[in-house]
């Protein structure tokens, strides 16, 4: 199908290619909220140093961490617009693999060394980690014009 209107200038396309990348990068790493990251880093801590308190306590904060987590994710959700695309997932194991290294290397020094206050320290190790990763996905994130 033709049109009669005359093709774009060399400014037209290329501002037609730039405002492109922009939407591109905002699609790619959409802004989230500035507490999301640090509420997720304090409810991560709290579920690895909740290790130390006894068993039913253990569940309960568990509980409670998994409504907090899905209650700020739904608020994100509807606030920005973000929704769950498998295909991101390729960006975020080094996170997952880092924070579940922690983890693994948090419980393994306490079986060895059973000392139940490491568990305080990786819970700090992985806060940071939550951080950090916040840190980097806001430099993504297209900043604001």
Do not use: C, K
């Amino acid at each position: 199908m033709e049109t009669n209107s005359p093709r774009p200038g060399q400014d037209a396309a290329r501002d037609a290619l730039e405002a492109a990348n922009r939407s591109e990068d905002v699609v790619r790493h959409p802004r989230v909220p500035r507490w999301y990251f640090p509420v997720m880093a304090v409810v991560v801590a709290a579920v690895i140093a909740a290790q130390m308190l006894p068993s039913g306590q253990r569940v309960a904060l568990l509980g409670v961490a998994v409504v907090v987590i899905l209650m700020v994710n739904r608020h994100v959700q509807t606030s920005t617009g973000i929704v769950w695309d498998a295909r991101r997932l390729r960006g975020q194991l080094p996170f997952v693999a880092v924070l579940l290294g922690v983890v693994i290397a948090t419980a393994i020094t306490v079986a060895i060394t059973e000392i139940e206050w490491v568990w305080a320290v990786g819970a700090g190790v992985a806060a940071v980690v939550v951080l950090v990763a916040g840190v980097l996905y806001a430099r993504q994130s297209p900043a604001d014009d």
